[in-house]
Every structure is written in structure tokens, then in C-alpha cells.
């Protein structure tokens, strides 16, 4: 009997060993069916106005998924090398198919379902209900999981970064518009038109806040979790989101997918990408997680919610969407609603929160407690050149677009406030400039000048490596004082006892020229296409667009469609960066090893 069954195990191996090669092709091909089944039922079930005949088949079908699941796990435990590394690296799969198996058992043995009698224990409305959300909750995280492992085979295509980051952005729009059209996500009858999905969809990617539509009252709370899924993703960029999820998963991050994030967060080496791309979910989750307790505590007693989950989401929401710099609000005036207008406690946390999201992960990982650790030990040692540029000159901004709006408002929009009040109110339209896109005043109603300024500061933006637009902090420095050296006739830039390098001015710019240039077309068009328009409010909107702010005199819904395309694309080119896409189009010189004659050139 022991012959026997040795040599039943000893076949059973060189099968296996024989097999491997085509057996991991049928299962990868087979998961990836499995998964795009699944996205299909998920749109199907979530998407859609079914009938309980038609729920009874599409979740018929959710188990023919979770069933082939087991199947393909199996397989690839059956084809791995170790087995026990391979539960340890696929842990959340493993979860998943004891739950799976022991519901089955259970269903099988008692005639009862898990899901629903914990349901009845923690008694929920409908166990039906509750045991729909938690598989489908389950199946969208695992869907997560597999996009984040299919994205380290991008690595090895022979595709530039840049271009990657472009088509990542654009992939993120083309399946937010989809679902944004989807019967169920919208109030009403009918789907949202396409146009105006597509403009929501890059608002909400881009990080922007631009709306042609109500997100308060024109979405159901499916439409507006996809913004807030939309937000957080764009914000955060959706490659770095799905290497997070390869490394969440316990799986390891291959050499080239290293090479080409380190190209995408602009990092030293392979292992800081790494490293910096932990923090950033660190800071992004720990500081929207603070924001949403401390928005939740703001609210005050003015906000009345139906419940306290919605209190919740409501909290949650617009947390992601000020660290993000996105501007969306679930008011349909934003902040400006009579009931929070003058909950100023909940616009200075609100105003916190934007901040710390558009001064940037580069910054704050100087901050991080091993950095001031070390600084500790080696007092020699500074903070980084960038860090000192980002920090003081957002300093400088918010201060000066306070004290502006401050002395240009006090006898207009400020005059029913008494000095605290228009201080806190200054304070935060200076912040909100930044990117960010909330308002707590009637901007329409702004002095000509303000308007100009808001212009100016929207133009400039936040920070490098942040969830915030403009041309960026550190890239108006640079300018200005590479400027005041070029009058002062100095040939090299220094700032903090550093000499900034050559390639850093020329490439601050270029951005600079890029963006004024492109802004100047942009508005041209505009007045061409909406020649109804004031011409300021349209310079504002273009602006507000290009640096994914968000504020807007009112008029984005008034745009017409040739000016709601113009808008989405400036939108786009604002978050990806038009150098970005420069590099994306450009080819390398093949050799510079060569100089022509020197000439000069009169200027000026």
C-alpha cells in the first residue's frame, strides 16, 4: 500500500513538474476571465434597476465566480513551489476561501448561510441585503488586488513612464464616465449624458472640483462613492495605488516595476520609491483618517444629518476630498451653504487638512520621526533645499493672500463679520487658492482685484509631489530668484547654501512658458466658443482648471459643449503636467557630442 501510494505521489510531482509552464498559462488567462466575469455581474447587480428574478440570477452567477476562485486557488497551490510561502504571500485570497468553504459547509450540513445569520445576529434590515454587500465588497477588494498584481507585468513593456502616467489617468476617466452613466448612480430617470459624466469623471480624477451638475442632490450615494473613489485614486495617482496593493498583498515588487515607479515619484533609487511609497499611503491615510474625526466633531449643531452614518460619510468624504485638493462638496453652495457658512471652526480643520495635502509627500517625509530622529543625533545636518523652498514660500502665500483678500474684502464680501471672523474667512479663500477649490464665500461677488489675485495664486498652485495642481511652489522660487540673479548679473543660482543645477532653472522654465502659453490658447478659444461669457470669468475658470483648483464664478454649467471640452482637456493636462507630456511626445537626441558657433541674440 505504501509502494503504491508513493508512487501515486511520485506521478502526481512529475505531472506537475511536466505541466507548470502551460498550467500557469491557463490559470492566469482563466483569473483574468474570472475577474472581468466578475466586474461585468458587479456593474449588473450595483449598475442597474433589476428585478428580485434578476438579482436571484446575476447572484447565481456570483457563485459560479467564488466557485472557479477556489478552483484557480487550488491550482495554484497545487503548482507552487512552497506551498506554505504561497498562503503566506496570497493570505487575503486564503481568507477567502475558508470563509467561502465554511459557508458552504454550513449551507450544506445545517441548511443555514454565515453571512446570513450574522446578519440576523447584528440585526440588519434584510440578511439578503447584508449578505449581497459583504461578497460583493469582498469580490471588489480582491478585483483591487489582482489589478495591483497585473500592473507589475506594465514593467515589462518598453513604454516610457511618462506615457504610462498619462494613459493611467486617462483609463481612471474612461471607467469613472461609465460608471458615472449608470442608471442607479443618478437621481431620476435615464443615465447621465455622456459629456457631462466625462467632465465629472476628469473633475473628480484631476482632482479639480469643477461641476456641471449637483453632486449633492443629482447623485445617489453609489454615484457619489465613485467620486470619492475617483478623488482618492487621482489624487494618489493609480499606479502607485496598485503597486500599494501588490505590496499590501505580501507580494513582492519586481526590479522594473521598481525602475519605472522610481521614474514616476521622481525618487533617488529603487529602494526609496519603495520606501517613499509606504509613506505616502501612511501620511494620505493617517491624515485623512484625522481629518474625518476632527470634520466629524466640527460639524456643529447648525448640520442636521439623517443619521449618523451619514454624518460619517459626510465627514469622510469631505476629508479626502480637502487632502486630496479636490474641492467636492456634498452642499450645493460647498461651504458656502447657510448651514456651515459660519461654522468657522470647521474651516480652519478643513483649511488644515488642505495644507497637508498640498505641501507635499517629499516634504513630509523630511518630517517623519525617523528624519527628525536623525537630525537629533546629527545636528549638522539640514533639511533638504526643497523642503525649505516648499515650506517658505507656502508660508509666504498663505499670508500674503490673508492680508490681500483681507484689506480688498473688509467693506465688501467681509463687511457682516466682525474681525475674527473675516480673519478666519481671509485665511481660508488664501488656503482654498491653493488647489483646493471649497469656497465659503459668494465668489461671484468678488472685488475685480481679488478676483486677479485668487488668478494668480490658483496659477501657482501647491507643491511637487502632492495632490495638488499649478505650476508648483518650488518652480515660481526658482523663477524669481533665478531672475533677481539675472539682473544682479550672478551666473549661478544659489539659494540655502546650495547652488541650484542648471537643468532644474531651464526645466522650471519650461513650465513656466508651457503653461502660460497653453492657458493663453485655452482662453482663446474659450472666447471664441462662449462669447456670452465675461471674458474675466472665463480667464478664471480656464486658470482654475489648468491648476485643478475648482473655484469658479459660476459659470462652468453655462459653458457650452466646445467650452466644456476645452475645460476637461485643461483639466487633464493641469494633473498629468503639460512637461509630462512633452516628455511622452518627445524623442531623445541621439547625440550631442557636437557644438555649433556661439551667437548672440539681442533681447529685451
Not at 205 to 230: E, N, R, S
Request: net charge positive; glycine share 6%; with cysteine.
Amino acid at each position: 500500500m505504501k509502494r503504491w501510494s508513493k508512487e501515486a505521489v511520485e506521478r502526481f510531482r512529475s505531472f506537475v513538474y511536466e505541466t507548470a509552464a502551460d498550467a500557469t498559462l491557463v490559470i492566469r488567462a482563466l483569473s483574468i476571465v474570472n475577474a472581468l466575469l466578475a466586474i461585468v455581474l458587479l456593474v449588473i447587480a450595483y449598475g442597474f434597476y433589476l428585478s428580485e428574478i434578476e438579482k436571484e440570477l446575476v447572484f447565481a452567477f456570483f457563485d459560479i465566480v467564488f466557485a472557479l476562485f477556489i478552483v484557480l486557488y487550488v491550482a495554484k497551490l497545487i503548482y507552487s513551489e512552497d506551498w506554505r510561502r504561497f498562503i503566506w504571500r496570497h493570505w487575503y485570497e486564503s481568507l477567502l476561501v475558508v470563509f467561502l468553504l465554511v459557508n458552504v459547509l454550513l449551507s450544506v450540513v445545517l441548511q443555514k448561510k454565515l453571512l446570513s445569520e450574522l446578519a440576523i445576529f447584528l440585526e440588519w434590515e434584510s440578511p439578503r441585503a447584508f449578505y449581497e454587500l459583504v461578497l460583493s465588497s469582498y469580490l471588489l477588494l480582491w478585483l483591487f488586488l489582482e489589478i495591483g498584481r497585473s500592473a507589475r507585468l506594465l514593467s515589462r513593456f518598453n513604454v516610457k513612464p511618462s506615457i504610462l502616467f498619462l494613459l493611467s489617468f486617462l483609463l481612471l476617466i474612461a471607467i469613472g464616465t461609465g460608471l458615472l452613466m449608470l442608471p442607479t448612480f443618478t437621481q431620476g430617470t435615464g443615465s447621465m449624458p455622456f459629456l457631462d459624466a466625462l467632465f465629472t469623471a476628469t473633475s473628480a480624477t484631476c482632482v479639480t472640483g469643477l461641476i456641471v451638475v449637483d453632486t449633492a442632490t443629482y447623485f445617489t450615494l453609489k454615484g457619489q462613492m465613485v467620486i470619492l473613489v475617483l478623488m482618492q485614486l487621482g489624487g494618489i495617482g493609480i499606479v502607485t495605488f496598485a503597486t500599494f496593493f501588490v505590496l499590501f498583498a505580501q507580494d513582492r515588487v519586481e526590479i522594473r516595476h521598481q525602475s519605472l515607479l522610481q521614474d514616476i515619484l521622481s525618487t533617488e533609487n529603487l529602494k526609496s520609491s519603495v520606501i517613499l511609497l509606504r509613506q505616502i499611503f501612511t501620511f494620505t491615510f493617517l491624515f485623512e483618517g484625522l481629518g474625518a474625526l476632527f470634520i466629524f466633531w466640527a460639524w456643529g449643531s447648525q448640520v442636521s444629518f439623517e443619521s449618523t452614518g451619514q454624518k460619517i460619510f459626510y465627514s469622510v468624504f469631505h476629508a479626502v476630498s480637502a487632502f486630496c485638493n479636490a474641492g467636492f462638496s456634498l452642499f450645493s453652495n460647498g461651504l458656502y451653504e447657510e448651514e456651515v457658512r459660519s461654522a468657522y471652526m470647521l474651516h480652519l480643520v478643513v483649511a488644515c487638512i488642505i495644507i497637508l495635502g498640498g505641501i507635499g509627500f517629499g516634504t513630509w517625509n523630511d518630517f517623519s520621526i525617523r528624519r527628525l530622529r536623525e537630525r537629533l543625533e546629527k545636528p549638522w545636518k539640514d533639511w533638504r533645499i526643497s523642503t525649505k523652498i516648499v515650506v517658505y514660500t507656502t508660508l509666504f502665500l498663505l499670508l500674503t493672500g490673508t492680508i490681500v483678500f483681507y484689506l480688498l474684502e473688509r467693506q465688501a464680501l467681509l463687511r457682516n463679520m466682525n474681525t475674527m471672523e473675516a480673519l478666519i474667512t481671509s485665511f481660508f479663500q488664501s488656503v482654498t487658492t491653493r488647489t483646493a477649490g471649497f469656497n465659503t464665500v459668494d465668489l461671484s461677488q468678488m472685488q475685480v482685484p481679488t478676483v486677479l489675485m485668487f488668478i494668480g495664486l490658483m496659477f501657482i498652485g501647491a507643491s511637487p509631489a502632492s495632490t495638488g495642481g499649478g505650476i508648483k511652489t518650488t518652480t515660481i522660487t526658482v523663477l524669481f530668484f533665478a531672475m533677481i540673479d539675472s539682473i544682479r548679473g550672478k551666473k549661478d543660482l544659489e539659494l540655502g547654501r546650495r547652488r541650484i543645477a542648471p537643468e532644474v532653472i531651464s526645466k522650471a522654465y519650461t513650465v513656466f512658458i508651457v503653461a502660460v502659453v497653453y492657458n493663453f490658447l485655452a482662453i482663446f478659444f474659450l472666447s471664441i466658443t462662449d462669447p456670452t461669457l465675461p471674458i474675466l470669468s472665463l480667464i478664471f475658470e480656464q486658470v482654475s482648471a489648468f491648476a485643478t483648483v475648482g473655484l469658479s464664478l459660476g459659470i462652468t454649467a453655462k459653458l457650452s459643449a466646445a467650452g466644456k471640452c476645452i475645460i476637461i482637456l485643461s483639466m487633464y493636462l493641469g494633473r498629468v503636467g503639460t512637461l509630462t507630456l512633452a516628455l511622452a511626445l518627445s524623442t531623445k537626441v541621439i547625440s550631442t557630442n557636437y557644438g555649433y558657433p556661439t551667437e548672440y541674440v539681442m533681447v529685451g
